[in-house]
């Protein structure tokens, strides 16, 4: 969500909660394959056999690894040149991470 929509956030809300200011979410990687990260700024958690990978060429996808295996960290992400790489050949991995909510929408009411 857009910080610069007026919103309400309200003292000691608990993530996903009504007035919370962060929101969790996940993303799916399948068995030894990438997945782009959407365009935002993230919390994201340690994940095993999941790295983070950043596009360093703007000719073309030249990725190399932001984050290794199973270390968590901020990224941000312009939704084309960051992305999870699973390594894991067998098994799709899920990725939690915190975003910023902004918590709920504010509205005025006139009387």
Not at 39 to 51: E, F, M, Q, R
Not at 76 to 104: C, Q
């Amino acid at each position: 969500m857009s910080l610069a929509i007026t919103k309400l956030i309200l003292a000691g809300a608990n993530a996903n909660a009504d007035g919370a200011y962060f929101q969790t979410g996940t993303f799916s990687v399948a068995a030894n394959a990438t997945t782009v990260v959407t365009a935002g700024t993230y919390l994201i958690t340690p994940t095993a056999n999941v790295s983070v990978q950043v596009n360093t060429n703007s000719n073309g996808n030249a990725f190399t690894t932001l984050m290794a295996a199973n270390v968590g960290g901020v990224v941000i992400s312009d939704g084309v040149n960051v992305r999870l790489s699973n390594g894991d050949a067998n098994n799709a991995k899920t990725v939690t991470y915190v975003t910023v909510n902004g918590g709920e929408a504010a509205t005025q009411q006139y009387v």
